[in-house]
């Protein structure tokens, strides 16, 4: 089983930068898909981004596209995501979270939950 805790949390103004990291203990984590969830107040938890085992496909949701960077570090049990732009609607705690997949990245699915760490954007 791979235990995750995700760091790097803060408070930012609005059109700053944030980089989280999620670091995972258990040797499995170089053979599962890692993701970044998102919970704001009062919302449900939504999907934010994704990484294959390799590293080699990331999957963004819409409203982080281009603006949000997700990548790993198996060497290192590591999965980071750089926020630039960063909106107060990007106002969340920001989990990770990993789910064993084959073929397209799932958005769903996903279990081993970390803490979270908490991103406030101002505005």
């Known amino acids: 089983q791979v235990q995750l805790v995700e760091s790097g949390g803060g408070l930012v103004q609005a059109g700053g930068s944030l980089r989280l990291s999620c670091a995972a203990s258990g040797r499995a984590f170089s053979i599962v898909v890692t993701a970044w969830f998102r919970q704001a107040p009062g919302k449900e938890r939504e999907f934010v981004a994704a990484?294959?085992?390799?590293?080699?496909?990331?999957k963004y949701a819409d409203s982080v596209k281009g603006r949000f960077t997700i990548s790993r570090d198996n060497a290192k049990n590591t999965v980071s995501l750089q926020m630039n732009s960063l909106k107060p609607e990007d106002t969340a705690v920001y989990y990770c979270?990993?789910?064993?997949?084959?073929?397209?990245?799932?958005?769903?699915?996903?279990?081993?939950w970390g803490q979270g760490t908490q991103v406030t954007v101002s505005s």
């Open positions: 979270s990993v789910r064993v997949a084959i073929g397209p990245i799932p958005t769903t699915g996903y279990g081993n």
């Open positions: 990484i294959t085992p390799s590293g080699d496909s990331t």
